[in-house]
């Protein structure tokens, strides 16, 4: 009781964040199926009472959670482009082998993802943060890989091409067990993005003349 007394003195912004950081958790444990008020609160350790003091309700918590994850991986992926220097495919490499480390490659974030995905068509809040999250990963690798190859002619398509590569093998990492290393897995992206840059990508084909 005294450590719940003494969450409830805290600051607005720190009760709002311990709750969002208890959906997670409750998320990567129980998935959506499991989330509640009920649970949320007593993973956080307070009244069923507090979180519809922040939230509207437990889509708008998980809604928050799924933002607030997605800027976790954008700071892991930042610091990972900033160690990597100057060098515009030093940096462009380092953004795609820090989604096969921790903290990105993670059984607990995989398992939140899984729950927030599962919530997608039938939540208009969560899908709507999904295409949020992932534009906005998709514009970081666009930005990395126009400053890497200023003449590629369709950067968008590279990068879904890329994100499509990252996703299954971060999948595959982020489950355990998977028959390839991390390693393996740069290496993969490093080929794939040779494979897709190393000539200007053509533009549609043209119609024939009559």
């Known amino acids: 009781m005294a450590a719940q007394s003494a969450f409830t003195r805290a600051d607005p912004d720190a009760r709002r964040q311990s709750l969002i950081a208890a959906t997670a958790r409750v998320l990567a444990a129980k998935g959506a199926a499991g989330v509640s008020v009920r649970a949320i609160c007593a993973e956080a350790g307070v009244s ?24 976790q991986i954008d700071a892991a992926l930042e610091e990972a482009v900033a160690a990597a220097g100057p060098d515009p495919r030093a940096r462009l490499l380092a953004y795609l082998a820090a ?9 607990e974030l995989l398992a939140s993802y899984v729950a927030f995905w599962s919530l997608t068509r039938s939540d208009p ?36 091409a890329l994100t499509a590569l990252i996703d299954g093998l971060w999948l595959e990492l982020s489950l355990g067990q998977a028959p ?7 290496s993969l992206a490093e080929q794939w993005l040779d494979s897709l840059t190393s000539q200007p990508a053509a533009g549609p084909p043209r119609r024939a003349e009559k």
């Not at 989604?99 to 059984?107: D, G, L, Q, V």
Request: glycine content about 6%; proline content about 5%; cysteine-free.
């Open 180 to 186: 390839f290393s991390a390693e393996e897995a740069e």
């Open 99 to 107: 989604n096969f480390r921790p903290p990105i490659a993670s059984p």
């Open 48 to 71: 069923a009472g507090l979180l519809r003091h922040y939230f509207a309700s437990v889509s708008d918590a998980i809604a928050a959670t799924y933002r607030w994850t997605g800027a």
């Open 125 to 160: 809040a969560v899908a709507s943060v999904r295409a949020e999250v992932y534009g906005t990963f998709r514009s970081g690798l666009e930005g990395l890989l126009r400053a890497y190859r200023p003449d590629l002619a369709d950067v968008r398509v590279a990068a879904v």
